[in-house]
């Protein structure tokens, strides 16, 4: 006769809460963010919690963003901003950033963060969502195949700084 053993039960979901943030979480998202900017090996993020009231909120936000809370503590945020396509002439957002603490990744929250831009994109109007990543990052390469192909005959460019200054100078 054959013997089954019982299997121990899978660990218990935990439940993670995306929600818009607010100005009460400026002192997270921008411990986050100097996270963030660390975990990808510059310096410091210069996004304080007054560049976040500052920039964030009023008549004209320039971002918006969803925080990840597990028990109360938020472990993660989504950054994003509007943006448009002229060849779709489609509405869409840019995710700007996307961090989870480390001691909460594989749990979904990086999920329901982007899932959640996804759905803030669509009451929008929109109907896409753009981001990068750097290429040395493979755990989040690895991470966003899982959810949209990588594009490979695009190459991001940036002006900043003095190149920047210098555009907006000499045009």
């Given at each position: 006769?054959?013997?089954?053993?019982?299997?121990?039960?899978?660990?218990?979901?935990?439940?993670?809460?995306?929600?818009?943030?607010?100005?009460?979480?400026?002192?997270?998202?921008a411990r986050?963010?100097?996270?963030?900017?660390l975990?990808?090996?510059?310096?410091?993020?210069?996004?304080?919690?007054?560049?976040?009231?500052?920039?964030?909120?009023?008549?004209?936000?320039?971002?918006?963003?969803?925080?990840?809370?597990?028990?109360?503590?938020?472990v993660?945020?989504?950054?994003?901003?509007?943006?448009?396509?002229?060849?779709?002439?489609?509405?869409?957002?840019?995710?700007?950033?996307?961090?989870?603490?480390?001691?909460?990744?594989?749990?979904?929250?990086?999920?329901?963060?982007?899932?959640?831009?996804?759905?803030?994109?669509?009451?929008m109007?929109?109907?896409?969502?753009?981001?990068?990543?750097?290429?040395?990052?493979?755990?989040?390469?690895?991470?966003?195949r899982?959810?949209?192909?990588?594009?490979?005959?695009?190459?991001?460019?940036?002006?900043?700084?003095?190149?920047?200054?210098?555009?907006?100078?000499?045009?």
């Amino acid at each position: 006769m054959l013997r089954l053993r019982r299997l121990p039960d899978p660990a218990p979901r935990t439940a993670v809460t995306v929600r818009a943030a607010t100005p009460a979480d400026a002192e997270a998202v921008a411990r986050l963010a100097r996270l963030l900017s660390l975990a990808d090996g510059a310096r410091p993020s210069q996004f304080t919690a007054e560049a976040y009231l500052r920039d964030g909120f009023g008549p004209t936000p320039a971002f918006r963003v969803l925080v990840a809370e597990v028990e109360r503590e938020v472990v993660g945020y989504a950054l994003f901003y509007p943006g448009y396509d002229t060849d779709r002439a489609t509405r869409g957002v840019y995710l700007a950033d996307l961090y989870v603490l480390g001691t909460h990744r594989r749990i979904g929250v990086g999920r329901a963060l982007v899932s959640g831009v996804a759905r803030q994109s669509r009451a929008m109007g929109g109907s896409w969502m753009f981001w990068s990543v750097l290429k040395r990052n493979k755990g989040a390469r690895k991470f966003y195949r899982t959810l949209a192909p990588e594009l490979r005959d695009i190459v991001i460019c940036a002006a900043f700084g003095p190149g920047f200054e210098k555009l907006a100078r000499d045009g």
